[in-house]
């Protein structure tokens, strides 16, 4: 079995309201158990704000740390979530859930096999 991160992508601004954000959590918290079931659950979590970053970067023998995000965006990610599974196939029907679940976009990248 091969590990996915699946990148949720939130738009930048004020979370959605209340009585949304509650049917998303309860939604994200059922596929979580059922990823968790199925034995395919690694991790997952969320991140704070982009504006709670600490940005490192190597300058010559230095490096330099700057407080928040990399690069100014319109999206930034917000969560992850990492999956086992035998194939892409596999991994895009979670990520797929895990779409319609938060109402985000959802990026699904293989990890390198540790060897590689």
Do not use: C
Not at 68 to 89: N, Q, S, Y
Request: proline letters at 9%; charged letters at 25%; a negative charge.
């Amino acid at each position: 079995m091969r590990e996915y991160l699946l990148s949720v992508y939130q738009p930048a601004g004020d979370p959605p309201p209340p009585a949304v954000l509650d049917g998303i959590r309860r939604d994200l918290d059922a596929l979580n158990r059922e990823i968790e079931a199925a034995e395919a659950w690694v991790f997952a979590g969320g991140l704070h704000a982009p504006s709670t970053a600490t940005v490192l970067r190597p300058r010559g023998d230095e490096v330099l740390i700057t407080d928040g995000p990399f690069a100014e965006a319109k999206e930034h990610l917000g969560g992850l979530t990492i999956v086992r599974a035998g194939d892409l196939d596999a991994a895009l029907g979670w990520g797929r859930r895990l779409a319609q679940a938060t109402t985000l976009p959802i990026e699904v990248r293989p990890f390198r096999d540790r060897g590689a």
